[in-house]
T-cell receptor, first 117, second 113 residues
Framework: AQTVTQSQPEMSVQEAETVTLSCTYD???????LFWYKQPPSRQMILVIR??????QNATENRFSVNFQKAAKSFSLKISDSQLGDAAMYFC??????????????FGQGTILTVHP | NAGVTQTPKFRVLKTGQSMTLLCAQD?????MYWYRQDPGMGLRLIHY???????AKGEVPDGYNVSRLKKQNFLLGLESAAPSQTSVYFC????????????FGNGTRLTVT
């Protein structure tokens, strides 16, 4: 079974600065998908970014980018020019591409990000 | 454009009571899921469904039952609630497409006393 580990329970950053959230995963598969979700205090789960393992290029969405290291099984999220609205819990998630996975996500433990003005 | 709707948003139960959480999606998604979120443990899969009339166990299924009689609805039942089931419950849905993200409801906070 796949596992996802977020080793940073909490992180903080100054407004306008850059922060990187870490995520590692364990899998024997060669093809899969990785996601970062944001959960603000409203409890809503919001997709931040996704990465297909077969793509070598790192995904980017505006101020959010990933550093995907397939050999190291690492998938970190970089937030540039941090804003107060980025304060939230962030979850890393893994999705197998196998036919019997049925889209199930395996989540990490989460990282609480605090943004200081 | 409601997406995934969960009811209720909050509930307090006494030990031994039963309840059903309702999840409804209007996106014609084939796959639906129930997760629970606990501090320090992320989201863990309780049960899931790959289509109308089908259900399967996830990582933490004990104490829960589910049903999917209609494609758009996925019900989670607690027959005899226990304090260990105090949690935030999320429903999610997605399509069969491999890179399709999960769409989540806004969660139900359940407290069992």
């Amino acid at each position: 079974a796949q596992t996802v580990t977020q080793s940073q329970p909490e992180m903080s950053v100054q407004e306008a600065e850059t922060v990187t959230l870490s995520c590692t995963y364990d899998t024997s598969e060669s093809d899969y998908y990785l996601f970062w979700y944001k959960q603000p205090p409203s409890r809503q789960m919001i997709l931040v970014i996704r990465q297909e393992a077969y793509k070598q290029q790192n995904a980017t969405e505006n101020r959010f980018s990933v550093n995907f290291q397939k050999a190291a099984k690492s998938f970190s999220l970089k937030i540039s020019d941090s804003q107060l609205g980025d304060a939230a819990m962030y979850f890393c998630a893994y999705r197998s591409s196998g036919g019997t996975s049925y889209g199930k996500l395996t989540f990490g433990q989460g990282t609480i990000l605090t943004v200081h003005p | 454009n409601a997406g995934v709707t969960q009811t209720p948003k909050f509930r307090v139960l006494k030990t031994g009571q039963s309840m059903t959480l309702l999840c409804a999606q209007d996106m014609n998604h084939e796959y639906m899921y129930w997760y629970r979120q606990d501090p320090g443990m992320g989201l863990r899969l309780i049960h899931y469904s790959v289509g109308e009339g089908t259900t399967a166990k996830g990582e933490v299924p004990d104490g829960y039952n589910v049903s999917r009689l209609k494609k758009q609805n996925f019900l989670l039942g607690l027959e005899s609630a226990a304090p260990s089931q105090t949690s935030v419950y999320f429903c999610a849905s997605t399509t069969r497409a491999l890179n399709s993200p999960l769409h989540f409801g806004n969660g139900t906070r359940l407290t069992v006393t």
